[in-house]
């Protein structure tokens, strides 16, 4: 019983001391005829803010429009660097907008938290 309990507390303490951040992909509604806009989220849901410099190498693909006819790169444009949109205007219809990022490797010692 003692075993299990401090096991218990052992993964308690564990999960609460990593923090992922998250990716996620914000997009509002697009009429035909428009440039569709998107923003790639990267940090704390739901606070969209910039994408560090030494965190751009994980984004190494481009965020992608899904279409009937194929997928096409967007484009980052926008004040901030996690603001794209489409090359030209969409035509009326459903769409993906995707994102996709390298998976790392964090490590924390006595200087803090690196990509390592």
Not at 19 to 42: D, F, N, P, Q
Not at 110 to 115: E, I, S, V
Request: glycine share 6%.
């Amino acid at each position: 019983m003692k075993k299990t309990a401090l096991f218990t507390l052992a993964a308690l303490l564990c999960s609460t001391a990593a923090h992922a951040h998250r990716v996620w992909v914000e997009s509002a509604h697009t009429h035909g005829g428009e440039i569709l806009k998107a923003e790639l989220g990267y940090g704390e849901f739901p606070d969209m803010e910039p994408i560090a410099k030494d965190r751009l190498h994980i984004f190494r693909k481009p965020m992608q429009l899904v279409t009937e006819k194929g997928k096409e790169d967007l484009v980052q444009k926008g004040q901030h660097n996690y603001q794209y949109q489409s090359k030209k205007p969409v035509k009326e219809g459903s769409y993906l907008v995707t994102a996709e990022y390298q998976p790392t490797f964090w490590s924390k010692n006595k200087a803090g938290w690196k990509q390592a």
